[in-house]
């Protein structure tokens, strides 16, 4: 009795460490080994395997095999007969050499007899073979006593759920893999989508080839400047694209007027907000509102823009990014009418339009950008490729913008105090 009892306590404390065993975050085929090594130790056996069951090939695969030798067969073939029996067996341990009616012992029968194998352990769990357990002879050479074999049971069942945990996660990782190629891919398709209507609206107006593309940019680069996230980044790209989309109701005699539109004309073209808004309002866009921006990038902050007269707070941020973009391309490509202004003059345009058309952050961030890039810091050459290097590189640009910088963003007031604890003066801001 006492030595049937240090036994059972013995296989208990296998059973604890098992559990642990199966919900701790080591790898699969490390707990899968412990596993063995655990059930092993605790009924005295020299020999056994654990193996994991593909329900399509049919097969039982080796995870952890133990004493059975190099050539004991790391696939083992099951037969429909086979899964219908081990199912009704459930997880109770079947001696092997009982069990020769099944076709899966009459093939494997040498196999299992030159090992020495005795028991085998269908690893059921929720009506679906998982697994099975392979174990051999006991090294005293008894045979196993039936709270050994509830023993295996219990065991069986807590590698089981590792399996069927596993088979889990796998199909989880598979699926979500699935979703994120099929995410990429219509983000991907979206972005294409986007920049083929970006290059139709474009073509529409054969003086200001590009504008949507580079307003799209600009945009970005604004985003970017103002440490937007990557996805809200890529949304107001999207805006700046599709901001003029609207255009493409508008007359092309209009669009392309050699000369001033008259008022009538321009109440034509001045619809072309509403009507992108209209255009893109019932297309889910993911990042940005994009249908607000095309709606609101003529609004101005000091209120006299249109189509609504929106006071500052009242126009969505996204579309006074779009606004200074936009703004911005107009003043520095070629129109009509009118050829593209200097650097300096356009500096000084966003300076003086601050706070009236644009919104003062807006532009500090955007020139902010700009300096980034002629002074060094910043060697992505985004405006330099949007402007062409002569125009960014014309002389005193930088210190015009430094300039600007200075005015618009005053240096904030500084006290400076003998902090005691640091030992030195530190600012406060
Ligand atoms: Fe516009
Ligand atoms: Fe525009």
Known sequence: MAEHDSKLIHAFGALAELGQEVTNKNSFQETIRTSLHLISGALGIMRGAVARYSKFAHELNMLAIRGLGDDF?????????????????????????????????????ASFERRSLELFVPLVVRDEIVGALFLGEKATGEPYSSYEKEIVCAMGQHIGVAISQRNLMAELERRADENRAMFDEMRSTYNATVKAFAA????????????SVRVGRFSEIIAAELAWGKDEIEGAAVAGYLHDVGKL?????????????????????????MVGYEILQPIHHPYADVPLAAKCHHERV??????????????????????LADSFDAMTTDRPYKARRPA???????????????????????????????????????????????????????EKIKFTLNEMVPTTPMTYVAAASVGEASPIH
């Open 73 to 109: 067969p790391l696939s083992l073939v099951m037969c429909s007969e086979d899964e219908r029996q081990f199912l009704t067996n459930g997880l109770n341990p079947i001696e092997i050499s009982q069990a020769k009616v099944l076709p899966f012992f009459q093939v494997y029968d």
């Open 344 to 398: 300096k003059e356009v500096i000084e345009d966003l300076q003086r339009n601050s706070g009236k058309q644009f919104a003062p952050e807006i532009v500090t961030a955007f020139l902010g950008g700009m300096l980034r890039e002629l002074n060094g810091e910043d060697r992505g050459k985004r405006f330099r490729r949007l402007l062409g290097r002569d125009y960014m590189e014309a002389e005193g640009i930088t």
């Open 200 to 211: 139709a609206i474009d073509c529409k107006d054969k003086y200001t080839e590009g504008h």
């Open 302 to 323: 000091d209120g006299r823009g249109y189509p609504d007269g929106l006071l500052d707070r009242e126009i969505p941020y996204i579309a006074k990014i779009v606004n």
């Open 249 to 273: 109701t508008v007359e092309r005699k209009i669009i392309n007027a050699p000369y001033r539109i008259n008022a009538k004309e321009s109440a034509e073209l001045n619809k072309h907000p």
